[in-house]
């Protein structure tokens, strides 16, 4: 899970050039002055760049906070992963 939050903290610091440190697991919308909705749209395109991945309406609307953000990659990968199995 840290690994995760890394690269999380690393997509934060390219949208909203903030400190990557001062995202945490419990860092909510309200905590980051930039992330409006229009800021949700630049973090979803930092995050599809840094884990290399597309995400869903729906799964850009369950995004409401860091512990979310981090839920839906890791079952994106986890779907990713799989699918590279079969």
Same mark, same amino acid.
């Given at each position: 899970m840290?690994?995760?939050l890394?690269?999380?903290q690393? @997509? =934060?610091?390219s @949208? =909203?050039s903030?400190?990557p440190?001062?995202?945490?697991i419990?860092t909510?919308?309200?905590d980051?002055?930039a992330w409006d909705? +229009?800021?949700?749209?630049?973090?979803?395109?930092?995050?599809?760049?840094? =884990?290399g991945?597309?995400f869903?309406?729906?799964?850009? +609307?369950? +995004?409401?906070?860091v512990?979310e953000?981090?839920?839906v990659?890791e079952?994106k990968?986890?779907?990713?992963?799989?699918?590279r199995?079969?």
């Open positions: 840290q690994e995760l890394t690269k999380v690393t @997509a =934060f610091q @949208a =909203f903030i400190d440190q001062s995202i945490t419990d909510q919308p309200e980051v002055s909705s +229009m800021g949700h749209v630049t973090l979803a395109s930092s995050l599809e760049r840094e =884990f991945l597309t869903d309406v729906d799964e850009l +609307m369950e +995004m409401e906070n512990r953000i981090c839920r990659v079952r990968l986890e779907k990713v992963a799989g699918a199995v079969q």
